[in-house]
């Protein structure tokens, strides 16, 4: 997987020095499509040798089932030689004890050496199974390593198309239009949008206000007309003039 | 006692599937089959077989978005987004996987791409099932997007709220790294 990694740095790297870096997406798809089909030639080799290790094996498990069986038939007449060997001896027929003696002799070599094969079939079977734990290790491995490259794949050509789209969406809207496009200007968008709701609250505000005639009372307040928080002055002064006579000393008696 | 027929390679998932649903809260996973059902008999989804799905969704239905297709060699679905100033999110399916995306500013307009680019790496998770990249444009203007990927089965519920969730993102987005574009 490393190994995609590193063509896919090395072809932006080459892109960034060469034309333009557009040229990475293009690459990435390339490299990627090789790196699976590599994958599936490799999960295929390995799957072909998995079912042919599988395939020795039982052959060499049939094998061993023979020879096994041969064992067996091996022991038999072993035991049956003795048998014969111990009559002979009982009868003290001398000749029969020493023919039988020979015989499971040769029957025992014959028994021993079965049990070599055995023990080697033995072995080939285990090798067999090391190869087959082996190789599925490497087909489960080989199976997710062409996952993941597959959904990377699809990841940068759905990006491409999405590109694609976008820059001819952009190249089609004329200059005013085009202004939707991003989410820059969706958002200067929303703020005007926002500005202009709060400039609209800001007007039904002073229309309501003033089919109330707030606004009149507060104009007419204002211009003195009618008696407001303004005539507070005009109050204080009125008394200031009438206590005046009375701030010089009383006359005298 | 029952008699099931499966692939037998696919006896280790038939097992794990048979214990979860004994447990009582089993709704995850039989709501989880519906999905690949819907899927697996329909065949794989497209960006074409896509659209129609998402034209009588929710978020077509409360006139929340407008959807279309952008025709062209690779048809790509156009999203407006209405709630969040007209914003466009551009969706393509390939293979297993749905992209989902809308485009920030132009790389052009940013005074300082290097602060720009710190302040993305310390603060794009704030942006769930997002991600920020820069893309080339094939006349070679390149611009800042954001973008959102899943697998291209996955139920319409959770594609529309993946599309709902970029459109905020990237209005939200552009407001966060404005003060680096001129």
């Known amino acids: 997987m490393s190994g995609v990694l590193n063509k896919l740095w090395t072809a932006l790297r080459g892109a960034a020095n060469e034309a333009g870096e557009a040229a990475v997406d293009a690459n990435a798809t390339r490299i990627l499509d090789q790196e699976i089909r590599d994958a599936d030639a490799e999960l295929r080799d390995a799957r072909v040798a998995l079912a042919g290790m599988m395939g020795k094996q039982t052959v060499e498990r049939n094998h061993l089932a023979e020879k096994q069986a041969k064992l067996e038939e091996y022991a038999g007449y072993i035991r049956q030689t003795l048998a014969k060997q111990k009559a002979a001896e009982a009868a003290g027929q001398q000749a029969d004890v020493a023919k039988h003696s020979a015989l499971a002799q040769e029957v025992a070599a014959k028994y021993a050496e079965q049990e070599a094969l055995i023990t080697a079939s033995n072995n080939v079977i285990a090798e067999y199974g090391k190869n087959i734990d082996v190789l599925k290790v490497k087909i489960t491995a080989g199976e997710t390593a062409i996952r993941t490259l597959k959904q990377r794949a699809d990841t940068v050509k759905a990006k491409q198309h999405v590109i694609k789209a976008s820059a001819a969406v952009a190249a089609a809207s004329s200059s005013t239009d085009s202004r939707a496009r991003s989410a820059l200007d969706s958002l200067e968008r929303i703020e005007k949008r926002q500005e202009e709701a709060l400039a609209q609250m800001d007007a039904a505000n002073t229309l309501s206000a003033e089919s109330t005639g707030e606004a009149l009372e507060e104009r007419l307040r204002k211009a003195g007309v009618i008696p407001g928080a303004s005539a507070a002055s005009d109050v204080l002064a009125r008394f200031k003039t009438e206590a005046a006579p009375s701030d010089s000393p009383p006359p005298a008696p | ?182």
């Open chain 2, 1 to 182: 006692m029952r008699e099931v027929w499966i692939q037998p390679q696919h006896a280790p998932v038939l097992l794990k599937v048979e214990r979860l649903l004994r447990k009582p809260n089993a709704h995850p996973l039989i709501h989880a089959l519906k999905g690949v059902s819907a899927a697996m008999s329909t065949g794989p989804v497209t960006t074409q077989s896509l659209l129609p799905d998402l034209q009588s969704g929710s978020l077509a239905a409360s006139q929340r978005y407008t959807f279309s297709m952008v025709e062209g060699l690779e048809p790509v679905i156009q999203a407006v987004a209405h709630d969040y100033g007209d914003v466009h999110l551009f969706i393509a399916v390939t293979g297993e996987i749905a992209i989902a995306q809308a485009t920030l500013f132009p790389v052009a307009r940013v005074r300082d791409t290097a602060r720009l680019n710190d302040r993305i790496l310390r603060t794009e998770k704030l942006f769930d099932l997002a991600n920020i990249s820069i893309d080339s444009h094939p006349d070679g203007s390149e611009f800042y997007v954001i973008y959102g990927a899943l697998r291209a089965t996955s139920p319409l519920s959770d594609i529309e709220f993946e599309i709902d969730t970029l459109a905020r993102n990237a209005v939200d987005a552009a407001g966060a790294y404005r003060e680096f574009v001129k």
